[in-house]
């Protein structure tokens, strides 16, 4: 494919969407078309699964069951599939950059890490709804558990509830995952103010787009 795909990674409140913010513009003003997406949420189909795996207590689709984990993995790989499909896929194939706020690593990171589902099968169903595409790089934004549930300023949807022991969990599962795959998986303290953190990634960026690694 002849795009670039980047992915951005981290417990919620680490200030990814910040970040993607910031690399969308600075690519736009080098005549890059950026796409940004999200998962979950990033096609029609992945609206509504996001209202029923993160904001199913205030929607039309509040759920009088809990979902269990392996549903909460097998909706998540769903979303994605049609992520890839629909959206991901066909923007690198014309050539774009897409930027997407979570993808594959995030369910080996909450599914596995944190739900503590078997490791194969969760792999086993990515590799099912990601059908080889990859991002080139993805920047995990790491900050304990505790200070990024600080910044969040809204209420918790249905991930953010589930405690400091299991987003403790997820982010080490995330800094696992890195160490595994260095080359794709760059660790950034998100800890750091907003335009070091920018600074980092803007670095690793341009010699990503000049060089390809």
């Not at 200030?15 to 990033?42: A, D, F, I, M, W």
């Not at 795996?53 to 790989?77: G, V």
């Not at 997407?100 to 590799?127: E, K, M, T």
């Not at 990601?130 to 790089?137: N, Y």
Request: one cysteine or more; glycine letters at 8%.
């Amino acid at each position: 494919m002849a795009g670039y795909f980047i992915s951005f990674e981290g417990v919620d409140g680490v200030g990814k969407s910040t970040q993607v913010e910031l690399l969308e513009h600075y690519l736009q003003l080098y005549g890059y078309e950026v796409v940004c997406t999200r998962e979950p949420g990033g096609t029609e189909l992945g609206t509504v699964l996001r209202q029923i795996l993160l904001d199913a207590k205030s929607s039309d689709m509040a759920l009088s069951e809990p979902i269990s984990d392996r549903t909460e993995a097998l909706l998540f790989a769903a979303d994605r599939a049609q992520h890839v499909d629909t959206v991901i896929r066909p923007a690198l194939e014309r050539g774009a950059v897409v930027i997407s706020d979570r993808y594959v690593d995030s369910s080996l990171a909450y599914q596995a890490g944190g739900r503590g589902i078997n490791d194969a099968a969760v792999r086993q169903l990515q590799h099912i709804a990601i059908d080889g595409v990859l991002p080139q790089r993805t920047y995990v934004l790491d900050m304990s558990a505790q200070q990024a549930h600080q910044r969040l300023q809204h209420s918790d949807d249905r991930m953010e509830a589930a405690g400091d022991t299991f987003f403790n969990r997820t982010r080490q599962a995330f800094l696992e995952l890195a160490a595994q795959d260095p080359q794709r998986m760059k660790v950034i303290d998100a800890s750091l103010p907003v335009q070091e953190v920018w600074k980092s990634i803007k670095q690793d960026i341009d010699m990503l787009l000049h060089t390809g690694d």
